[in-house]
């Protein structure tokens, strides 16, 4: 039986078994879409990115969830760079993916962090129904409209959209405890993959501030690490007028709650970019069923 080889890539961190866990197989080409579903149910990470040769970009990455295809995976992209760095496959410098949303630019700087620009940025103010939504997220409904004047609620979407959803304090966005059904109809009301809760009471002094995000629409009932979202919040940020001085630079906390803390780099200035660096956690390989097969992948 034919193998692949299959590895876990933790992206957005520094150490292994924190950040968010992608699965990246680095050598895609001949897979079907059914063997491609099959490999990401094994791996069982909420994204795997699989690597495959393009015709208008340096290789083109597809994105599959344990249950459906995404059409764009900020922490895979990532992941699936920094491993290709690390192996030698690719060199620092300028790169180019192509995606389900096009082909996007990737820089790899020396030290292995990946730069992913996204697309040009749209970001909707929405009115909602804070009582309705505080339900939906398990949260006292007066931290969300205590912030709720200067910073509305919104949806924005540099490639895959999220109701981007401003918290008062980290206390309250701590002890959200949602209800995932509810946060699901929610998210499929304003056509978004899933929300993203963020306070800027963040953790870690350098950080900007710190995001919760809940998307059980694709299956990931909460993500340690967005960079979509990420980059996302970023352009909500910029369009607000958040800051009097908008930064160079931001960093956004995510993934404490969950017990695998991460980092994402942000910038807005021109193109929305986000940044990460990534560590290896398992290696290994698949055995890959032909088509006909019943789409079983054993280890």
């Known amino acids: 039986m034919e193998t692949r080889r299959a590895l876990l890539v933790d992206a957005f961190a520094t150490e292994p078994l924190a950040g968010n866990v992608a699965g990246v197989v680095p050598d895609a080409s001949g897979l079907s879409e059914e063997q491609m579903r099959a490999i990401a149910r094994e791996l069982g990470a909420s994204e795997t990115a699989f690597v495959r040769a393009s015709d208008s970009a340096d290789r083109r990455l597809r994105f599959f969830s344990p249950q459906q295809e995404v059409d764009l995976c900020g922490h895979a992209t990532v992941a699936a760079h920094a491993h290709l760095h690390e192996t030698g496959a690719i060199d620092p410098g300028e790169h180019s993916v192509e995606t389900n949303v096009g082909d996007l630019d990737i820089e790899i700087e020396a030290g292995g962090t990946a730069w992913m620009t996204q697309r040009h940025p749209q970001v909707e103010r929405v009115d909602v129904d804070y009582d309705r939504l505080a339900s939906a997220l398990g949260i006292d409904p007066a931290s969300l409209r205590d912030v709720g004047a200067d910073a509305p609620t919104a949806v924005a979407s540099t490639g895959l959209p999220f109701l981007i959803v401003p918290v008062n304090f980290l206390e ?41 995000a809940f998307a059980p629409s694709v299956g990931v009932e909460e993500d340690p690490a967005t960079g979509t979202a990420a980059g996302a919040c970023g352009a909500y940020l910029r369009e607000i007028g958040a800051f009097d001085e908008f930064p160079e630079e931001m960093r956004f906390e995510q993934g404490h709650f969950l017990g695998r803390p991460s980092e994402i780099r942000v910038r807005v200035a021109g193109e929305v970019r986000i940044g990460g660096r990534a560590v290896t956690s398992l290696d290994g390989r698949l055995a890959v069923p032909p088509e006909e097969e019943d789409g079983i992948v054993e280890a």
Request: proline residues 2%.
């Open 172 to 212: 309250n966005l701590g002890s959200a405890d949602p209800d995932l059904r509810a946060v699901e109809a929610f998210a499929d009301e304003y056509d978004a993959a899933g929300v993203y809760a963020f306070t800027f009471d963040a953790l870690d002094a350098e950080s900007t501030l710190h995001a919760r």
